[in-house]
């Protein structure tokens, strides 16, 4: 993306482009690891920033993990899409002033649609995130 498009609170938060769309930072890992029953190691949780400028939206994704978002500016419409092979469109969860947080259990499918306005989320990961668990539909 060119350094024209970048959105201004990019710059401020020092967010790059995620995958799935939108811009994020991770700010804090736990010093603390756990061991998976399936022999994973990862930090006990993460957390990041997630910007979302108006009008944009991200791809059907899911993590191994549960994930909880956290809102800090605007509204992130975020779309539940089950547990299944392929994600079916399902529940919007609309996380901002009225519903300032909103958890998506692992392996479910999700994806944010687009809001008029920007929005700044962030989004505790546990166990977690590690991009090894993450999966694009």
């Known amino acids: 993306m060119p350094d024209n498009d970048r959105p201004a609170l990019a710059d401020v938060l020092d967010l790059q482009p995620h995958p799935e769309g939108g811009w994020y930072r991770q700010t804090w890992a736990a010093p603390e690891q756990v061991t998976l ?11 990041i920033y997630f910007l979302l400028p108006a009008g944009e939206h991200s791809a059907w994704h899911r993590v191994r993990s549960s994930e909880l978002w956290l809102a800090h500016r605007g509204e992130v419409h975020l779309q539940l899409g089950g547990d299944g092979r392929v994600p079916e469109a399902g529940e919007v969860l609309v996380v901002g002033e009225d519903l300032p947080q909103a958890l998506v259990p692992a392996h479910v499918w999700q ?6 306005d920007d929005a700044l989320v962030s989004c505790l990961v546990s166990p977690g995130f590690d991009f090894a668990d993450f999966e694009l539909a």
């Not at 029953?37 to 993460?46: E, K, L, M």
Request: charged share 30%; aromatic share 0%.
């Open 37 to 47: 029953p399936d022999g994973r190691v990862r930090p006990a949780s993460t957390l």
């Open 111 to 116: 994806r944010t649609l687009p809001a008029e």
